[in-house]
């Protein structure tokens, strides 16, 4: 019955993407789940055919479906395993281009050095983030080339990085410029393969297959850390931050939860 009242309570169009209202999707997704999950228990009724219907949400909405996706493995795979942290403050399909960017960097390839910028990807990274020119910060999360520029220029890409006025900042707006992106659905959409080509005419090639932050390639406790107080500190301090996370690492052996949730108030 819940699924079947979550059938009409759809939300999420790409052409949000760029917008305060693209990460407003998952959290009305998440409400409308709450919200039908709690009618369903005090008896709120729903049509029990709302999915498959003909005219049903599945069908209604796209003509490809696949009905074993909503049974196979029930009870038995549970969606969260496949959940990872995200090293970069943007959409997942970027991460590969920026982990290249950041290996070229640490490689000693200088920003200022750079003449071109190749990147080969899948179709569905430029389909969803291929915004050359990023006005702001929100759209700046949804641009590859922009991914690459701060990747090269600062050797990561959390939310300083998508700051507005950095996005329109000259020296980031230049490198930009400076991405030539192909696509080449050979390569997976996970994947990303970058040639940097020097002013002096040298060529450094890194082809990332697995993006830090994948299952393949998990953030290690420290690189969670790390992303952990530049997240928290500004907000709590950097000492509450050390202190929340220690409580978080020893969670299992605490009482209750109430110290944790104590020092994560301003």
């Excluded at 759809?10 to 709690?38: D, N």
């Excluded at 995200?86 to 970027?94: L, R």
């Excluded at 932050?213 to 420290?222: I, K, R, V």
Aim: proline letters at 4%; a neutral charge; hydrophobic letters at 45%.
């Amino acid at each position: 019955m819940a699924l079947g009242i979550a059938a009409s309570q759809p939300v999420g169009v790409r052409e949000q993407f760029g917008t305060m209202t693209k990460p407003f999707h998952p959290g009305a997704a998440a409400r409308a789940g709450l919200l039908s999950a709690l009618l369903a228990k005090h008896g709120f009724t729903a049509s029990p055919r709302a999915i498959e219907a003909p005219r049903g949400f599945v069908q209604v909405v796209s003509t490809k479906h696949d009905w074993l996706e909503a049974t196979q493995g029930l009870g038995e795979r549970f969606e969260i395993a496949f959940n990872t942290y995200k090293p970069f403050a943007c959409g997942i399909v970027i991460h590969p281009s920026i982990d290249a960017c950041t290996r070229l960097r640490a490689r000693g390839v200088k920003a200022q050095d750079v003449e071109r910028i190749e990147l080969r990807v899948h179709s569905l990274v430029l389909e969803l983030t291929g915004k050359k020119e990023p006005q702001d910060g929100l759209q700046g999360k949804f641009s590859v080339y922009h991914g690459c520029a701060v990747g090269l220029l600062f050797g990561r890409a959390g939310e300083a990085e998508y700051d507005d006025a950095l996005v329109r900042r000259d020296d980031v707006t230049a490198l930009r410029r400076k991405v030539v992106a192909t696509v080449d659905d050979s390569i997976d959409e996970a994947a990303a393969d970058v040639t940097v080509i020097l002013k002096d005419g040298r060529r450094e090639h890194v082809f990332v297959e697995h993006a830090i932050g994948s299952l393949e390639q998990p953030m290690t406790d420290a690189d969670l850390e790390g992303k952990f107080r530049i997240l928290a500190g500004p907000v709590i301090g950097a000492d509450r931050a050390a202190k929340l996370i220690a409580a978080c690492w020893n969670l299992g052996a605490a009482a209750d939860v109430s110290a944790l949730a104590a020092l994560g108030r301003p």
